[in-house]
Nanobody
């Protein structure tokens, strides 16, 4: 199993920044990639960004391109999501997921383990 713990959420004004962290433990070495997803009240979970452990290939949803940056620290088994120019519509619970294989990084069904999530609230 892979355990994931998110941190770094909070309340920020529109235009501000936050940096989320996702710490992996357990059999983290078996993980191929980490994805960030978010879920706002009454909405389905949606893909935000993903990064592979090996090579650091990154993938982004169109809604966050140019504003969010995903990165990883292999030594610490941690993945980060730097969020800049935040908008009220970015308000959601953000969670990270671990997957064993490549492809379809936007699909929640292809992730095997999830963290508990961290709340991000952007005020206007």
């Amino acid at each position: 199993q892979v355990q994931l713990v998110e941190s770094g959420g909070g309340l920020v004004q529109a235009g501000g920044s936050l940096r989320l962290s996702c710490a992996a433990s357990g059999r983290a070495s078996s993980s191929y990639a980490i994805g960030w997803f978010r879920q706002a009240p009454g909405k389905e979970r949606e893909f935000v960004a993903a990064i592979t452990w090996s090579g650091g290939s990154t993938y982004y949803a169109d809604s966050v391109k140019g504003r969010f940056t995903v990165s990883r620290d292999n030594a610490k088994k941690a993945v980060y999501l730097q969020m800049n120019s935040l908008k009220p519509e970015d308000t959601a619970v953000y969670c990270c997921g671990s997957r064993y294989y490549s492809g379809r990084y936007y699909s929640t069904y292809d992730y095997d383990y999830w963290g508990q999530g961290t709340q991000v609230t952007v005020s206007s």
